[in-house]
């Protein structure tokens, strides 16, 4: 029972401690965004304006008056020579890190704490974030230097996710799952659409990209600061939560074991329904990084937006986005709780739709041609569509194994990572030219990835607990004839469908 100072520090929340903990986890992702996205938009007015007499489009939009190029107003000396392709690698380079520390992030997260593994990456990714211009300007630009930086940011960062998702599999009920799960993963596009409207605006207002790194770093480390003094691992650890909401929490998570249990690494990689997770995962990650990467790329070089439109309209999508996410993470559960839809159906037929929304306008868009309000919208109906995807696939490790959530996090965050690499290079590499044409085919390439993903997603998917989240051993016939019917009847799961 809280004594002393406990109780008192207890009654300074007038939110339970696991929302104080929701909310944490959501201006993590945000702070990771901004830091992760800031470059995106400074790369822009990182290097020399295109010389489009050297690449004539026939195609080409003419800009309106007021969309002169902001490169024109800076300082040349801070602009580098930096070329599409090298700019692909650079803008990739964030994700060869990232990957790396997927599984390690997991396995430590599950073993000392979520607290300390994702704290500790996001200062990290904080400091070099902070330390940018001044390596840039000391290396007088050298791609490589910069490349190397984001990589080590990258490795920071590469704990978030598995972190978080241990995290919420200790202090998030079945029935609050989808509602605060698309809270905290939603500030993927909170983080966006800060990073890319600030990132504009202050750029043009002081003339320098370098502001956005010290703006972004420092509040990482601000954030970094509360969220060691006021949130912990694990319900039990918790100082001054209230015995009220610690015994609820305890009897709704009856499921999630006190002891550290040795991952059923045999059980993990031979689930079906975690390889079609991972699958759905690598074709939400190649749409979603290829516009986040891109699309301030595309709307610079493309439509000839200024670097003051481009902050403001490459962020629109992620403001629908985030509350299209938020809307179905209450939808989702609503259904569920009613009865109108099981687990299972309900992850499918919002990953679905957060997979063909997305294929279907990015595709549009890119036949809109110079319209700009046009190709807008069509971003932002594609990109809004996506935000059921948090609802769906991206709460369904939680399903599957709460108990390993950080490692089953760690595996398909990780694999989806690589599209991070893959995705803004290929792009880089087809977009030589700068021309609509060459774009068209990137977005047709995400069209084709996102609809054989979702099909694998949807004919193996499951929102059932699996036999390994509590054991190594063979499943019992219990857990046997649940598996032949969630892994192996493809037919009753296609007729739900």
């Given at each position: 029972m809280?004594t002393?100072w406990?109780?008192?520090v ?7 401690q696991r929302?104080?903990l ?5 201006l ?8 992760r996205v800031?470059?995106?938009?400074a790369i822009?007015e ?11 489009d026939p ?5 309106e008056?007021d969309a002169?190029t902001?490169?024109?107003?800076l300082?040349?000396a ?11 690698i650079?803008?990739?380079s964030f ?9 390690p992030g997991g396995?430590l997260a599950e073993k000392f704490?979520?607290?300390y593994t994702?704290?500790?990456g996001?200062?990290s990714?904080?400091?070099f974030?902070l330390?940018t ?5 000391l290396s007088?630009?050298?791609w490589g230097?910069?490349v190397?930086?984001r990589v080590i940011?990258?490795?920071?960062e590469?704990t978030?996710y598995?972190?978080i998702?241990t995290l919420l599999?200790q202090w998030?009920p079945l029935?609050e ?5 698309s809270?905290v993963y939603?500030g ?8 890319n409207l600030?990132?504009g605006?202050l750029?043009q207002?002081t003339?320098?990209?370098?502001s956005v790194?010290?703006?972004?770093g420092?509040?990482?480390?601000l954030?970094f600061?509360l969220f060691?003094l006021?949130?912990?691992s694990?319900p039990?650890e918790h100082p001054f939560i209230t015995?009220?909401?610690?015994s609820y929490?305890k009897?709704?998570?009856d499921?999630?074991?006190?002891e550290?249990l ?5 059980g ?6 975690l ?5 759905a995962q ?8 290829t516009m986040?990467?891109?699309l ?7 439509l000839?937006?200024n670097?003051?439109?481009n ?5 629109i999508?992620y403001v ?5 996410s938020?809307l179905s ?5 609503w259904l569920?709780?009613k ?6 159906f309900s992850?499918?037929?919002?990953t679905?739709i957060?997979?063909m ?5 990015l595709?549009?868009a890119?036949?809109?041609g110079?319209?700009?309000?046009l190709?807008v ?9 996506m935000?059921?995807?948090y609802?769906?696939?991206?709460v369904?490790a939680?399903d599957l ?16 990572a690589?599209?991070?690499i893959v995705s803004?290079?290929?792009a880089g590499?087809?977009t030589?030219d700068?021309?609509l ?7 047709w390439i ?5 609809v054989?993903?979702?099909?694998v997603?949807v ?5 059932e607990?699996q036999?390994?989240?509590h054991?190594?051993?063979?499943p019992?016939?219990?857990?046997v004839?649940e ?5 192996l ?8 469908i």
């Open positions: 809280l002393g406990r109780l008192t207890s009654k300074l929340f007038i939110i339970p929302y104080v929701g909310l944490m986890g959501f993590a992702i945000v702070n990771a965004y901004t830091m800031s470059l995106n938009i822009t990182m290097v020399y304006p295109v010389n489009e007499t050297e690449h004539p195609d080409a939009c003419i800009p008056n002169s902001s490169s024109k107003l300082n040349h801070n602009l580098y020579p930096w070329d599409q392709h090298t700019q692909g650079i803008l990739s994700y060869w890190g990232y990957l790396i520390t997927h599984l396995i704490g979520g607290k994702l704290g500790l996001i200062l990714t904080a400091v974030t330390i211009p001044a390596v840039i300007h007088n630009g050298k230097v910069i190397a930086l940011e990258g490795l920071g590469g978030t598995p972190a998702n599999a998030v029935q799952r989808a509602k605060i799960g809270l939603a993927g596009q909170i983080g966006t659409v800060v990073s600030v990132s605006t750029i207002a003339n320098d990209w370098s790194f010290y703006l972004f420092g509040i990482g480390v954030w600061i060691s006021i949130c912990y694990t039990d015995d009220e909401e610690k929490l009897k709704e998570l499921n999630v074991s006190k550290k040795p991952i059923p690494w045999r993990i990689l031979t689930s079906v329904p390889w079609a997770l991972v699958c690598v074709g939400h990650d190649w749409g979603f990084y986040v990467t891109d301030p790329t595309y709307l610079k070089d493309v000839k937006f670097i003051g439109q902050g403001v309209w490459s962020s999508p629908v986005m985030w509350i299209v938020m993470g209450y939808l989702c559960d569920i709780k009865g109108f839809m099981n687990v299972t992850r499918k037929f919002f679905t957060a997979s929304g997305p294929a279907i306008f595709v549009i890119s036949y809109s110079c319209n700009r309000m190709s919208l069509m971003f932002t109906i594609g990109m809004g569509l935000g059921t995807f609802c769906g696939m991206k369904n939680l194994s709460p108990n390993f959530a950080g490692t089953l996090m760690a595996i398909v965050n990780g694999i989806g690589i599209t991070g803004p290079y290929l590499a087809i030589a700068h021309t044409a060459q774009w068209r085919i990137v977005f995400s069209f084709f990835i996102f054989i993903t979702n099909a997603y004919f193996f998917a499951s929102g607990e036999w390994w989240n054991s190594q051993n063979k019992s016939e219990k857990h004839s598996n032949e019917h969630n892994d009847q493809m037919e009753s799961r296609t007729d739900q």
